[in-house]
């Protein structure tokens, strides 16, 4: 018997668990992005699996995005709809999950790699018990007879990639970065089933209350961004930032930056794209002063239209870009957003320039 024949045989017996569910993370009746890119990703693997796609939306009056989640690839949508429930809190979600699994049998759950989607998928794995392979940027499946989910994240500070294999226990779990995957067209003539299961908890058994929620002042989110304007090293220092920020504001965008400009401490790492900041899929992204390194590229080469700018014309970023300008950033940047502003009709002059050490 072959190494591989003699591993297979040795596996469980899984046959009971069939079909990939994803978890619809949402917050005030708006679903995270990364779910619908979840559920295209999911998509795939139960094609390739041939089993159902489900989706679990967990909240209160929230029934439109069970509807929306049939729309956006799934075959059935359970609804967990309670008021204890409005207000994402462990151990009432991860009870419901819990029931849900116990019951549905899926052999994959997947999550989004949020502050909600990791707490929730780690209460869920330890209860199971199973494995979870936590902050994936690749997924696939092996087809008859493993089954096995191929999870693969960066790994040796980010130097390599390596797959994750849970063989011994079911489901498969895993949570995504968002923006790596590729939501489905939203496709309004879908039908589906959508299956209404209890709150497994009542308000007086949560030791927990959400008293309120308090958005941080100046914060950046690069995930639901649908324009970036990105500076790297070529900016040579803090104050160029406030440049790019006057032009992500004339377009209604936010600023990031790339690995080096963060570890030279002229921006916060909350506004870092790449393979250890944040992955995006903007719909327009501006890679300013920015050489092009992988660690960098792979956080952005999804965006649907990349502009770079850069002094020079072999600069690996130019590669990537569907268009760009090779000269003094400068100046460049500040006529670009001159444009904009004229374009709105405020026709403001720009008053950030070029630093005086530049």
Not at 91 to 98: E, I
């Amino acid at each position: 018997m072959r190494d591989r024949d003699r591993e297979t045989a040795d596996m469980p017996d899984w046959s009971a668990y069939r079909g990939v569910l994803i978890f619809v993370e949402q917050r005030a009746g708006r679903a995270k992005s990364v779910s619908w890119q979840l559920l295209g990703e999911g998509r795939k693997l139960a094609d390739k699996l041939e089993v159902p796609l489900k989706a679990v939306v967990i909240g209160h009056d929230v029934e439109p995005l069970a509807q929306e989640a049939i729309y956006r690839g799934a075959d059935t949508a359970y609804l967990c709809d309670a008021t204890e429930l409005k207000d994402y809190r462990t151990r009432p979600y991860s009870r419901a999950m819990l029931r849900l699994i116990e019951d549905a049998k899926p052999e994959i759950v997947l999550f989004g790699a949020t502050a909600t989607g990791r707490d929730l998928a780690g209460a869920i794995a330890t209860h199971l018990p199973t494995g979870l392979t936590a902050d994936t940027t690749e997924l696939d499946v092996e087809p008859h007879p493993s089954r096995l989910l191929l999870a693969s994240r960066p790994a040796f500070s980010e130097k390599m990639m390596a797959t994750i294999l849970c063989k011994q226990y079911r489901p498969q779990m895993a949570t995504a970065r968002p923006g790596v995957f590729q939501a489905l067209q939203r496709d309004a003539s879908r039908r589906g089933e959508i299956v209404r299961i209890d709150c497994p908890m009542k308000e007086e058994d949560i030791a927990t209350q959400v008293l309120d929620f308090l958005e941080e002042a100046g914060g950046v989110n690069l995930e639901e961004a649908d324009i970036i304007v990105a500076g790297g090293r070529g900016l040579g220092g803090p104050e160029a930032f406030k440049m790019l920020k006057a032009l992500a504001d004339a377009l209604g965008g936010v600023v990031g930056a790339s690995r080096a400009a963060v570890d030279a401490g002229w921006i916060k790492h909350e506004h870092q794209v790449g393979q250890t900041g944040q992955t995006v899929r903007p719909k327009l992204y501006f890679a300013i002063g920015i050489s092009g390194a992988v660690q960098h590229t792979v956080g952005m080469s999804n965006a649907e239209t990349i502009i770079a700018i850069n002094k020079d014309e072999n600069a690996p970023i130019f590669r990537i870009a569907h268009y760009g300008i090779v000269g003094d950033l400068f100046r460049i940047v500040p006529a670009i957003t001159e444009r904009v502003l004229a374009r709105r009709g405020l026709g403001e002059s720009m008053e950030a320039k070029a630093p005086e050490s530049a």
